[in-house]
């Protein structure tokens, strides 16, 4: 499985991955993205569709503060406020 979470402290509002992957980022009042599907949590695994945009907006983040794992996350999910 395909898990994935921005480390909103590292993004710079850039905006491309919402550009790339409308359906999974989106950003807060800042502009700083989170990752929509589970509001950042990194815990609801992504399939079909949803994975190829993900990749796409992964590879190119300019900061790399979008992560990826193969199992949830558990650490401090950096929810937008
Ligand atoms: Fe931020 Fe990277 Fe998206 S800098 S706005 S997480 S492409």
Redesign the pocket.
């Known amino acids: 499985a395909l898990y994935g979470r921005?480390e909103r402290p590292?993004?710079?509002?850039?905006?491309?991955?919402?550009m790339?992957a409308p359906d999974l980022?989106d950003?807060d009042q800042a502009?700083?993205?989170y990752y929509k599907p589970d509001r950042n949590t990194g815990t609801k695994a992504l399939d079909g569709q949803a994975t190829i945009h993900f990749r796409l907006?992964y590879k190119?983040?300019?900061?790399?503060?979008?992560k990826r794992s193969d199992h949830a996350f558990d650490a401090d999910p950096y929810t937008p406020t």
């Open positions: 921005v590292e993004c710079i509002a850039c905006g491309l991955c919402q790339l980022f950003y502009g700083i993205a907006a190119r983040c300019p900061t790399h503060a979008i």
